[in-house]
């Protein structure tokens, strides 16, 4: 029973995905009597091989597919499969039919239970971990930028490192403000929660601010201003300290960093190295921007203006919509038809293996196969890695335990400890949550006198788990990366020409609309630009990849990163933007220019004869760009403008003129 509320009550913790309390009631009435139907279902025809076959097919596919419906109902639906197959693993003959379900449905209750208590007690928790994380992220980013002070840094490297914090801060941003902002349009408000918006809001800035944080000084500078350069980096660590550690819970009981920037900015040069300063200078600037947002932590507003919400999405509960609805998702075509599809054959294709192989503890390979299975081939291929790795070490840890006898008095308190260390890295580190995972059940089933058995059916059925999944994903659209990149590609440089219409319409007109619809365009070229990064992470993520042309994907998300740098100095320089006929035939040009690169990419969509052609101007355009890095800080608007033209056309140019 003690196994089984734990299971019941992870599974709870699946299905709880909202932040509005009202919702989560709602979720919660939903998910308690399905729970206790889907497990019932399971014990009722769990000794009828071809029934059972047959309807898990039916109800696994139903499930899956309620994500169509909301992404709350989706995580229902999944967290029910996953109820299912726990029901599967604690069957035993003889046992009333109701038994086993009641344990699951308590232990989700169990759960809830706990739950409201700590939104009594604690509320807004997870949102604060959130933040607490992406704070956390923002201070190694800076700290990202401030290797140039002490090592040697490596471009590509640097650009690597600071992109990967970049799409962490941009994913744990987004579910941050979707939470909160769910929150606001709900009717849930209070001061801890306008808090909390407030340090997003900052948080956000400061992001913005560290897309421009870049210089590496020379050795010249280095061996002329030593102390100046140590200065700076001192002026750096503390800015990143003081973001590592702040909470809205702690803002007002830390110290604020002490940092004199006009003494900073005072040093004197010798003239021969006044250009190079010049970029230490914009350091400094931006490094003062970012302190004095880090200032506005703890002063207390009393309102705070909420922006930009985003409404809730309302179901509707008519049936012929959510059948018009479910049935406009039936192709391949569709990204959730796809998912269900994998999962289900993935589900029913081990449940056959499972019965005729009679394997012992066999349904792990179907809760194996089920939270490995990801939308696409790199994403599954890398929760298959985590999963084997974080297996085999949780049964390393196994085998010492049952070599040293481990009391039977200790035994609860692993059990314990690993559930909560689960809960605490399931959505952060799924390869940690395997390990502790593995404790888990090795304490649960020890505790039952089974703890000797668990260890060879446990990576057997771990095996066959990650293989099925990673199997219909390979012969069902993959999603290979390398296919996908010139899309993602065009539809980054589309973004930027969108973002420059606009800048030139605000030009001419700095109403709020005006100026509202530039930064949506603005956030938009960000989050291209990171979808480009990281359809590099995913193709290394893929099996069987090639380094050349995963060098080639990162030459373009380095170009791409250059022009939205330069348009980030532009969108900070845009209130001191002329009217004026220079400037204009400066947009003019530079949109002219990506409009080619878009017609160009057109032309290019099969990725083989892309990285092909782009192989041919690799240090070409490395060159540029590095230039164009180091040049950023030193130039005007028009200057930013012309640099941008000229990036864009020897992108074309390589493009256009392989054989050049």
Known sequence: MGIAFSLGSISCGFADTSSVTRYRILDFIITIPLFFLISLGTEAVFSHSVLFVISLTIVSFSLFMLAVLSPRLGAIGFASILLAIYAMLLHMDGRPIWLVPMWLTGGALWYIFWQALAIYFLPNQESKDILSDLYQALAKKVMAHDHGFIFTSDNNQLF???????????????????????????????????????????????????????????????????????????????????????????????????????????????????????????????????????????????????????????????????????????????????????????????????????LEFGFWTLMTSLLVLRPNLSMTWTRLLQRLTGTICGLIVVGGLLHFQVSSDILPFIFCIAVVLFFHTAARHYGFAVFFVTLFVFAGFSLN?????????????????????????????????????????????????SYLDSLKTYIGDKSDNVTSELQRHYQDCVVNDTNLFDHWMG??????????????????????????????????????????????????????????????????????????????????????????????????????????????????????????
């Open 449 to 497: 006198g089974q703890g000797d058995n668990i260890m060879l059916p446990r990576l057997d059925n771990t095996v066959l788990g990650v293989f099925l999944p990673l199997f219909f994903v390979f012969i069902l659209t993959p999603g290979w990366k390398k296919k996908s990149f010139p899309i993602q590609l065009t539809t980054t440089v589309k973004g930027y020409m």
């Open 160 to 358: 690597i490192e600071s992109a990967q914090l970049r799409s962490q801060i941009a994913g744990l941003s987004h579910t941050l403000e979707n939470r909160v902002h769910q929150q606001f349009t709900a009717g849930e408000d209070s001061a801890k929660l306008q808090d909390i918006y407030r340090f997003l809001t900052i948080a956000e800035r400061i992001n913005e601010q560290t897309r421009l944080l870049y210089f590496t000084p020379t050795s010249k500078l280095k061996q002329a201003c030593p102390q100046w350069l140590e200065s700076i980096h001192q002026a750096n660590l503390k800015i990143s300290q003081y973001l590592a550690q702040v909470t809205v819970d702690n803002v007002n009981r830390i110290t604020t960093p002490d940092i004199d920037f006009d003494a900073l900015r005072r040093f004197s040069v010798q003239p021969a190295l006044q250009e190079e300063a010049i970029a230490a200078y914009a350091y400094i600037n931006k490094l003062d921007i970012i302190y004095l947002s880090l200032l506005q932590l703890s002063q207390q507003i009393n309102e705070v203006k909420n922006s930009g919400v985003i409404k809730p999405i309302v179901i509707s509960w008519k049936w012929n919509e959510i059948l018009a609805k479910l049935t406009s998702q039936m192709t391949l075509k569709s990204s959730y038809f796809r998912h269900a599809l994998r999962g289900t054959l993935s589900l029913a294709a081990g449940l056959i293996i499972v019965r005729a192989l009679n």
């Open 539 to 660: 193709y290394l993520g893929e099996p069987h990849r090639k380094s050349q042309t995963g060098e080639h994907i990162l030459l373009c998300s380095r170009s791409s990163n250059i022009i939205l740098r330069i348009l980030t100095q532009l969108n900070e320089n845009k209130q001191s933007l002329p009217f004026d006929a220079t400037i204009s035939n400066d947009l003019d040009s530079a949109i002219a220019s990506l409009q080619e690169l878009e017609r160009t990419l057109e032309k290019s969509q099969n990725h083989t004869e892309l990285f092909k052609q782009i192989s041919k101007q690799e240090k070409l355009i490395y060159q540029s760009f590095i230039y164009i890095e180091n040049e950023i800080y030193k130039l005007d608007n028009h200057t930013l403008l012309q640099l941008l033209s000229k990036e864009v056309d020897l992108f074309v140019s390589a493009i256009q003129n392989p054989t050049a």
